[in-house]
């Protein structure tokens, strides 16, 4: 693993996302806040897996990507300072920001494109509501999905 790597953990349901700043530390977000972890905390023993962004995706040097990291753990920078969320801010947001400058989630994008697809959004909103997520939100939802494709290469398995 090097200095600027977009890294991930599968955690069960879901993949947790972080930042290697270097000296054996990684960056994440959580409902906690700003993390600053070993790579033994932040892997948990699962498990590490570098992102592979396209050529040309990765908006900055990985010095700079590990410097947007770190200057966010104290409120700093240009990465966006505000609470965690699930579905706007959440780990994965927050270091394909790091990397690209752009804020994406394809975790949160693909959950709303399957809850949309199997109908579940239905038992949880009036029709009409599903019906206005469906023609505005779908568009959104695909559009994430897509840029993130963009983006995104696919992985490689750090510890074997």
């Known amino acids: 693993m090097a200095v600027g790597d977009h890294v991930q953990v599968h955690c069960g349901l879901y993949w947790h996302h972080g930042i290697d700043v270097g000296n054996d530390r990684v960056v994440s977000i959580s409902p906690e806040g700003v993390l600053v972890q070993s790579l ?38 240009p990465v966006p300072r505000q609470p965690y969320n699930l579905l706007s801010w959440n780990c994965e947001h927050f270091c394909i920001f790091c990397c ?12 709303g494109r399957t809850a949309l697809r199997l109908g579940l959004l239905a038992t949880i909103f009036p029709p009409a509501t599903v019906a206005g997520l469906v023609v505005a939100g779908t568009g959104g939802l695909m559009l994430g999905v897509a840029r993130t494709r963009e983006l995104i290469v696919g992985t490689t398995v750090y510890n074997p």
């Open 40 to 77: 033994a905390e932040f892997s948990g023993g699962r498990l590490v897996v570098k992102v592979v962004y396209k050529p040309g995706k990765v908006r900055f040097m990985p010095s700079r990507i590990a410097e947007r990291a770190w200057l966010s753990v104290n409120g700093l920078g």
């Open 100 to 111: 690209t400058g752009i804020r994406l989630s394809q975790q949160v994008a693909g959950a």
